[in-house]
């Protein structure tokens, strides 16, 4: 069964610090792992890695695609209270043509003044 | 914002009743996602739409059915309701044969009492 996993669930941090959040998956035929934020309501997109692009910047945030352990980091540099969310990590498989997104259950992360 | 909408925003029904929920699609979209996502967890698929017709289901009895419209918009309908469904229903746009990228809207919640 296709699977996706998290960690740490959740991760309280201070304003300046560091964090790296972990994703995991077994699904059959990988396609591509997607990283979403999710403040209130609507998952917010961040990144897309694929075979053909592991590793992604944006600002603070980066992330990084190990093929080979079948995971993902998603790392947030001196990170600001505005970065409080829940973060999830989603893999699409390449033997659903459905584009069905499989995601994980996320990791609340609070950053505290 | 991503320009995905959803109709309404809560909506409160009670056990056995029948609800619909809207979604329009991003402009130059042409594939509705809907996922379902209980408090704590990680969304969870329903299924998918494109061209009017259904391309995908996850886990989800026959009660949850859907449209979608020449326009793509669609809606998401459940039947008999029971407690467990209450939720946060989000529903997502992208474009069949693009990147696997889905963008979310505000969702609706729903409370079954």
């Known amino acids: 069964e296709d699977k996706v996993v998290q960690s740490p669930l959740s991760l309280v941090v201070h304003e300046g610090d560091t964090v790296t959040l972990n994703c995991s998956y077994e699904?059959?035929?990988?396609?591509?792992l997607l990283w979403y934020k999710q403040e209130k309501k609507a998952p917010t997109f961040l990144f897309m890695l694929t075979s053909s692009g592991i590793e992604k910047k944006s600002g603070r945030l980066s992330s990084i695609l190990d093929k080979k352990e079948l995971s993902s980091i998603l790392n947030i540099t001196a990170t600001q209270t505005g970065d409080s969310a829940i973060y999830l990590c989603a893999v699409g498989p390449l033997s659903s043509n459905t584009g069905k997104l499989i995601f994980g259950q996320g990791t609340t992360l609070q950053v505290k003044p | 914002e991503t320009g995905v909408t959803q109709s309404p925003t809560h909506l409160i029904k009670t056990r056995g009743q029948q609800v619909t929920l809207r979604c329009s699609s991003q402009?130059?979209?042409?594939?509705v996602s809907w996922y379902q996502q209980a408090l704590g967890q990680g969304p969870q698929f329903i299924f998918q739409?494109?061209?009017?017709?259904?391309?995908g289901r996850g886990n989800f009895p026959p009660r949850f059915s859907g449209l979608q419209f020449p326009n793509y918009s669609s809606e998401l309908n459940v039947n008999a309701l029971e407690l467990d469904d209450s939720a946060l229903y989000l529903c997502a746009s992208s474009q069949r044969g693009g990147p696997d990228t889905q963008y979310f809207g505000p969702g609706t919640r729903l409370t079954v009492l």
């Open positions: 699904v059959t035929n990988f396609r591509s």
């Open positions: 402009s130059g979209h042409n594939t």
């Open positions: 739409y494109y061209r009017e017709e259904e391309n």
